[in-house]
């Protein structure tokens, strides 16, 4: 059943519905910004609007069908990372894309509002919130530069995951966590190396 069950959250993971929306507009995900085909491009290619369904689609493979499953009882213990992880990897490592995929933030948040009932996600999202404010402070309202972008996603992770860990949460939410943060960091390392390369010029 586990098995089943990931395979399914992994397809469903693995539909790159951004990166199809910016080819019905003639925009091609791969040639903006930093090349990701994830939601945030769409919008600084096609809108803000455009930007916003891309992120709804990309949130919701996160969080449906795996809110469904947990409802139903058909996945418990650890074995809830094992398939939370699973649509996160799917949009990481589209077979879509060849197995490149996307950053997969949005769908990150599809499934920590799952499997905590919002109270992760939310939480994540006012860190977000502070740290990139900060950063916009810093840089005194300079455009947002999407090597920044992804560190701080992973300083807003980790964070995210000192709580979780001081709130003595059930195992498997520090498994998927620790899993969760994996992939993000992989997923961003060319964006950390350009980031450090660019202190060190400095």
């Known amino acids: 059943m586990i098995i089943l069950l990931s395979i399914l959250e992994f397809?469903?993971?693995s539909l790159m519905f951004s990166y199809w929306m910016g080819l019905m507009l003639g925009k091609r995900l791969e040639e903006v910004r930093d090349g990701n085909p994830g939601a945030f491009n769409l919008g600084h290619a096609a809108g803000f609007k455009m930007?916003?369904?891309?992120?709804t689609f990309d949130f919701m493979?996160?969080?449906?069908?795996?809110?469904?499953?947990?409802?139903?009882?058909?996945?418990?213990?650890?074995?809830i990372a094992i398939v939370a992880i699973a649509p996160i990897l799917g949009h990481a490592f589209s077979p879509f894309l060849k197995f490149k995929g996307g950053k997969a933030l949005a769908t990150t948040f599809?499934?920590?509002?799952?499997?905590?009932?919002?109270?992760?996600?939310?939480?994540?999202?006012?860190?977000?919130?502070?740290?990139?404010?900060?950063?916009?402070?810093?840089?005194?309202?300079?455009?947002?530069i999407p090597e920044i972008d992804a560190v701080l996603d992973l300083v807003?992770?980790?964070?995210?995951?000192?709580?979780?860990?001081l709130s003595s949460v059930e195992s498997y939410l520090l498994l998927l966590w620790m899993l969760n943060f994996v992939v993000l960091l992989y997923k961003r390392k060319n964006?950390?190396?350009i980031v450090l390369k660019a202190k060190m010029v400095k």
């Open 156 to 165: 807003g992770f980790g964070i995210l995951g000192g709580l979780l860990f």
């Open 110 to 144: 599809g499934v920590w509002s799952a499997i905590t009932r919002f109270k992760a996600s939310l939480t994540y999202a006012v860190i977000l919130g502070i740290l990139k404010l900060g950063e916009r402070r810093y840089n005194r309202g300079k455009p947002s």
């Open 11 to 13: 397809g469903c993971g």
């Open 191 to 193: 964006d950390m190396n």
């Open 51 to 55: 930007g916003v369904v891309g992120a």
């Open 61 to 79: 493979k996160g969080y449906f069908p795996l809110v469904y499953f947990l409802e139903k009882g058909y996945v418990t213990g650890n074995a």
